[in-house]
T-cell receptor
């Protein structure tokens, strides 16, 4: 397994609360990504990072923010969670000319 | 607007036979294609890739074929094994971006 750890693995929270998901890598890869997986949609990119403090939006970035203060950590924050953000969230990492490798996901339920 | 399409949500194949999973794309800028396999409660695992300069790439039981004129790629698994039962995602990217666009996945079931 590529050294990717997502935490927490499961979380249940209420609408309107802030939520932060963490992705930690031990591979020293430059690129990190956050995706969400929903039935009928496959995996959709939320945000990605191409270096410390360098981030950019993906196709479904509304309602999400990210931060990368260290190479190894990429945080995804839902400032005020909504039920539409109930999903499985995957972090991925890659380096130059390498395919992305994924963590095992965080299952987030917003009630 | 789905740029990468997997039109078959599921496929059932007998053990030992060939599994063929299909993927279509619309963006002519895509020049790198990947297949990922996903088991329940795990993250997707990279399986095989192909660059647009090739029309075939083989790795053991897995072969990916690319037809650029038809904007179509397929993954062949021969022979299929019960452990191949999983969801398979096709993904594509363009050389000027590090972003992948995924299809919606095909659930493969290999039965004895």
């Amino acid at each position: 397994d590529a050294g990717i750890t997502q935490s927490p693995r499961h979380k249940v929270t209420e609408t309107g609360t802030p939520v932060t998901l963490r992705c930690h890598q031990t591979e020293n890869h430059r690129y990190m990504y956050w995706y969400r997986q929903d039935p009928g949609h496959g995996l959709r990119l939320i945000h990605y990072s191409y270096g410390v403090k360098d981030t950019d939006k993906g196709e479904v970035s509304d309602g999400y923010s990210v931060s990368r203060s260290k190479t190894e950590d990429f945080l995804l924050t839902l400032e005020s969670a909504t039920s539409s953000q109930t999903s499985v969230y995957f972090c991925a990492i890659s380096d130059y000319s390498m395919p992305q490798h994924f963590g095992d996901g965080t299952r987030l339920s917003i009630l | 607007d789905q740029q990468v399409k997997q039109n078959s949500p599921s496929l059932s194949v007998q053990e030992g036979r060939i599994s063929i999973l299909n993927c279509d794309y619309t963006n002519s800028m895509f020049d790198y294609f990947l297949w990922y396999k996903k088991y329940p409660a795990e993250g997707p695992t990279f399986l095989i890739s192909i660059s647009s300069i090739k029309d075939k790439n083989e790795d053991g039981r897995f072969t990916v074929f690319l037809n650029k004129s038809a904007k179509h790629l397929s993954l062949h698994i021969v022979p299929s094994q019960p452990g191949d039962s999983a969801v398979y995602f096709c993904a594509a990217s363009a050389s000027n971006t590090d972003k992948l666009i995924f299809g919606t996945g095909t659930r493969l079931q290999v039965f004895p």
